[in-house]
């Protein structure tokens, strides 16, 4: 979620090996005696307007997600390619962007609101059409959370530093997840607090993201979970700018 600068397409695809060498690594981490408690993969089709900082202010996505946890923590992934519309030179404007967020169980608690304590990291690279590229490296400590609400699957909340590339300053970081089911519908999402900037120009920047979905799995009676929706994005403030975004987009997610 934060500002680029220029890069060429074949250091793209180093960003997106790396991220997926990073993963495999992640994988191998595991011993012996570690398990898989959890994973799941998907792909997701959204399109949507009102995006703030695009030309045109439309967007077609296409989205790679994974998520796993494991007895030694856990990993979440994601790649987004974005395509947009021109803009005033006559440019189709098309972007990547994704996050590596793996996590390092520190401590467990039975029958309580924090269930688990964890090392928490994030990797975010991304690069657009316009020539522009980032490339940052967020550490600090996360929670995972036992909210006792009926249907919920899953909570948590971190607190990183942001160790911004290039002449980006600084800042800090606080994530919250979330995620809920019942009877097929599905709410789940984040929201990104990002503050205190080394830059004074830099403004404090909240980025609030939900996806409101139906499991029509078993509607179909089919083996994977498809499910449909949409996806709201709030971002005020958005890269610290003065802009504020309100997009909504359709969407479409089959996990395999």
């Known amino acids: 979620m934060r500002d680029h600068s220029s890069i060429s397409l074949s250091l793209i695809t180093n960003k997106l090996t790396y991220a997926l060498v990073a993963i495999a690594a992640l994988g191998a981490m595991s011993s012996v005696q570690a398990k898989v408690l959890f994973t799941d993969t998907s792909i997701s089709a959204l399109y949507g307007?009102?995006?703030e900082l695009v030309p045109q202010e439309?967007?077609?996505t296409v989205t790679l997600e994974?998520?796993?946890?494991?007895t030694w923590g856990g990993v979440f992934f994601f790649v987004d390619r974005h395509q947009g519309k021109e803009n005033a030179a006559g440019k189709e404007f098309k972007e990547t962007y994704g996050e590596l967020a793996p996590k390092l169980k520190l401590a467990k608690f039975d029958n309580s609101f924090i269930k688990q304590v964890n090392l928490a990291g994030q990797y975010e690279f991304g690069s657009?059409?316009?020539g522009f590229s980032q490339d940052n490296y967020l550490v600090g400590v996360g929670a995972d959370l036992n909210?006792?609400?009926p249907g919920m699957k899953y909570a948590s909340a971190s607190l990183y530093h942001a160790f911004n590339d290039k002449d980006n300053a600084d800042d800090q970081q606080i994530t919250l997840t979330y995620g809920w089911e019942k009877n097929n519908f599905v709410i789940d999402g984040y929201v990104d607090y990002a503050f205190n900037s080394e830059d004074d120009s830099v403004k404090d920047n909240i980025h609030i993201n939900p996806q409101l979905k139906y499991n029509l799995q078993e509607v179909l009676g089919i083996d994977n979970r498809l499910e449909v929706g949409m996806e709201y994005s709030y971002w005020k403030n958005k890269f610290g700018s003065d802009k504020t975004q309100n997009a909504a987009s359709a969407l479409v997610k089959f996990h395999f």
């Open 66 to 70: 994974h998520a796993s946890t494991h």
């Open 58 to 60: 439309t967007l077609t």
């Open 128 to 130: 657009n059409s316009n």
């Open 49 to 51: 307007t009102d995006y």
């Open 147 to 149: 909210v006792p609400i």
